[in-house]
């Protein structure tokens, strides 16, 4: 950005100065309009939201859904503003209202285990639904939906080609650790991929961890066992936000190799989804 207002600059004192400056400045209207997008994060008080947040405010308007005031300074000192909603407790017409004039939701809210099957059921698949819903609502032109699933979340039944015995193996040990995860991640996830009526894109990190992001990934057709930093989950959304070309398509996401906007890239121009019901 700097280099473009120095360019402006000097374009602007040269001789030939209608000509250069228009183009430039055209350009850079272009840019900017593609770079800030209006954003809301549902769960913006998690570990990948805050994260995200980060990355996104400067460039970017974000809003983003919490439900304990008390986080509230942690979010306007990331540069975001709160909006105080519950996913348990606030109807779909109040989420609504908050997404009207937004580019793009984020979802990356969950109950994180706390609270037993059914307030799992609650967070990760009604909420989810409720979010569903409320851009449903939303008059006009409805914000595009990003969100946060986990990678082998799927019909137990369907075996995904890629895998291998090691596959088969961490999958059966963390269905039978966290069942009721899988599960209603699943129902959610099978609900959103049968909507039409906005554009979505479900990211699938594998195990979070809070180690440094290296800006690399492993993207679609992954294997599983190999975890993911919340940095690089975070930069994964990020990059996802000026993709809308991504819609339709659940994404598997683990560490790895690829640069993140390069392996995205690829994953969108190869237009499998993972998600396989
Ligand atoms: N942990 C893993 O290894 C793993 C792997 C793959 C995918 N994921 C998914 O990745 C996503 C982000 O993970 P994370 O580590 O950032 O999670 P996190 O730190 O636990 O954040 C989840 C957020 O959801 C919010 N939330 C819970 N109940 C809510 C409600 N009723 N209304 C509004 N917000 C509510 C929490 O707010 P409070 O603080 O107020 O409770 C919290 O800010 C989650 O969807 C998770 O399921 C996790």
Do not use: C
């Not at 994060?41 to 996104?56: A, D, F, P």
């Amino acid at each position: 950005m700097l280099l473009t207002i120095r360019n402006l600059v000097s374009a602007a004192s040269s001789p030939n100065t209608l000509t250069s400056s228009h183009y430039l400045l055209k350009a850079t209207f272009h840019s900017l309009i593609k770079m800030s997008k209006k954003v809301i994060i549902v769960g913006g008080h998690g570990n990948v939201s805050l994260r995200l947040t980060r990355l996104l405010t400067p460039t970017n308007a974000v809003k983003s859904v919490i439900r304990n005031p008390e986080y509230e300074a942690d979010i306007t000192s990331a540069g975001a503003s709160p909006v105080l909603l519950s996913l348990e407790d606030s109807p779909v017409a109040d989420f609504t209202a908050a997404f009207e004039g937004q580019d793009v939701v984020y979802f990356s809210a969950g109950a994180g285990g706390k609270g037993g099957e059914e307030r799992t059921k609650k967070v990760d698949y009604e909420g989810a639904v409720k979010v569903f819903d409320a851009i449903e609502g939303v008059q006009g032109v409805k914000p595009r939906l990003i969100l946060v699933s986990a990678i082998d979340v799927r019909d137990p039944e369907k075996i995904p080609a890629h895998y291998n015995e090691e596959d088969l193996a961490v999958s059966q040990r963390v269905r039978g650790a966290i069942p009721a995860y899988m599960h209603w991640k699943y129902e959610a996830d099978k609900n959103l991929v049968k909507r039409d009526a906005f554009k979505w894109t479900i990211l699938r990190p594998g195990g979070l961890t809070n180690v440094p992001g290296t800006g690399k990934a492993s993207v679609g057709r992954t294997h599983l066992g190999v975890t993911i930093s919340r940095d690089d989950v975070a930069k994964g959304l990020a990059v996802l936000l000026d993709r809308d070309d991504a819609a339709g398509l659940a994404i598997d996401f683990v560490g790895g190799e690829t640069p993140i906007e390069e392996g995205i890239d690829a994953f969108i121009k190869k237009g499998e989804t993972d998600f396989l019901g």
